[in-house]
Nanobody, 116 residues
Framework: QVHVVESGGGLVQPGGSLRLSCAASGIIFSVYTMRWYRQTPGKQRELVAAITGGGSSNYLDSVKDRFTISRDNVKKTVYLQMNSLKPEDTAVYYC??????????WGQGTQVTVSS
């Protein structure tokens, strides 16, 4: 059985930092592309960052130079380091494990709130 579990969300002041973690089990983690999405009420879920099994990454333009995605294939965990947070980063952040063959697994989400 596959499990994808996010953690690390919370309340932070503007300009602050948070690190999200996503632990996956039940999959061959190293071959999956791992992705972080976020969603706010009334809006579509948007892709924030992605990292392939080989370590190539890409980012949403609005988070480039502030967010960093990384992965530890031994721990089967992907991270999202978020610095210089802005109120517009407030959202539920979701972790996704994806294979081109169609395997697609989601976590339950973790709330990030950026507010003074």
């Amino acid at each position: 059985q596959v499990h994808v579990v996010e953690s690390g969300g919370g309340l932070v002041q503007p300009g602050g930092s948070l690190r999200l973690s996503c632990a996956a089990s039940g999959i061959i983690f190293s071959v999956y592309t791992m992705r972080w999405y976020r969603q706010t009420p009334g809006k579509q879920r948007e892709l924030v960052a992605a990292i392939t099994g080989g370590g190539s990454s890409n980012y949403l333009d609005s988070v480039k130079d502030r967010f960093t995605i990384s992965r530890d294939n031994v721990k089967k965990t992907v991270y999202l380091q978020m610095n210089s947070l802005k109120p517009e980063d407030t959202a539920v952040y979701y972790c996704n494990a994806f294979l081109m063959t169609g395997m697609d697994y989601w976590g339950q989400g973790t709330q990030v709130t950026v507010s003074s």
